[in-house]
């Protein structure tokens, strides 16, 4: 399982560059259109004295863009003939590092230093898009923003509001963590080769701090796991192992809803309830 998610990693979007094709067996699809890339840097703003973290850079189309707006850049590819390349294309820029790793295996927190929060970019892949999204969340007090392009349906699951037919537990954790906005969407005929969906890039700002504080945070991405993992179900059914009825009272939430009829404060009035249950177990 773990060499499949790392071939994933290796689908990612960058310019033209006659030494590196796109190779199949990676499902790699490398953004060709300049006038996406020059979109995407216009979303991110890169100025002198940021600190950017650009997560699959591909062959660079983004990278250079980055590098010439002076902010210092660290760059993390798995593809190891990528990263060479990179390495080799950018020697003279002193400000630009690159790591040949898997993101789901570097700690975002290693590269933050100093006052200024860390300005995240990249083109996620789309089979592993939720797991990378999940990873940097967990590092989010070191961030200032993130821009990602993905899958437009995760985007879309991303974004949605409560009451939307996308809405689930990528919206909740999303929503609690950080302000989305979506930006913009990008054609199929953008990339080399085409990938069978489209895409979208979207933007993320951690909250300082988040407006609806979990007591535990933990808590809370269990509770909003396991009620979507059954959404099918009344609350009391599929958190029955994590809160019981009295619980529920406490929190002021109806054991028989289902969970997309619930707001962000719902869940996380439930997981305080059954944390602070915990703690008072264990007193």
């Not at 002076?70 to 020697?91: H, V």
């Amino acid at each position: 399982m773990r060499s499949q998610v790392k071939d994933r990693m290796r689908g990612q979007a960058s310019g033209a560059s006659p030494s590196q094709r796109p190779r199949k067996r990676f499902g790699q699809h490398f953004l060709r259109d300049s006038r996406q890339i020059e979109r995407i840097i216009a979303a991110v703003a890169p100025r002198p004295g940021d600190h950017c973290v650009e997560i699959g850079p591909g062959d660079g189309a983004l990278t250079l863009l980055l590098a010439k707006s002076g902010c210092r850049l660290d760059c993390i590819e798995l593809d190891r003939d990528l990263a060479a390349q990179l390495e080799s294309r950018f020697a003279e820029h002193e400000r630009v590092r690159v790591h040949c790793r898997d993101v789901l295996d570097f700690d975002l927190a290693t590269l933050a230093r100093g006052g200024n929060g860390l300005r995240v970019i990249g083109n996620l892949p789309y089979n592993i898009s939720t797991p990378v999204l999940f990873h940097v969340l967990k590092m989010s007090r070191h961030i200032t923003d993130m821009t990602f392009m993905l899958q437009r349906e995760v985007v879309d699951r991303m974004a949605a509001p409560l009451g939307n037919r996308a809405y689930g537990r990528l919206s909740v954790m999303l929503a609690y963590h950080c302000e989305v906005e979506r930006l913009f969407d990008v054609a199929p005929q953008a990339f080399q080769p085409r990938p069978r969906v489209d895409s979208a890039v979207v933007g993320l700002r951690p909250h300082r701090p988040p407006p609806l504080p979990a007591f535990d945070e933990s808590c809370l991405a269990d509770v909003v796991r396991a009620a979507f993992g059954q959404r099918r179900k009344a609350l009391r059914n599929s958190l029955g192992r994590l809160c019981g009825a009295e619980l529920f009272a406490q929190a002021g939430v109806d054991g028989n809803a289902r969970p997309e009829q619930l707001g962000i404060a719902d869940f996380v009035n439930i997981s305080n309830a059954i944390a602070a249950a915990r703690e008072g177990r264990q007193a």
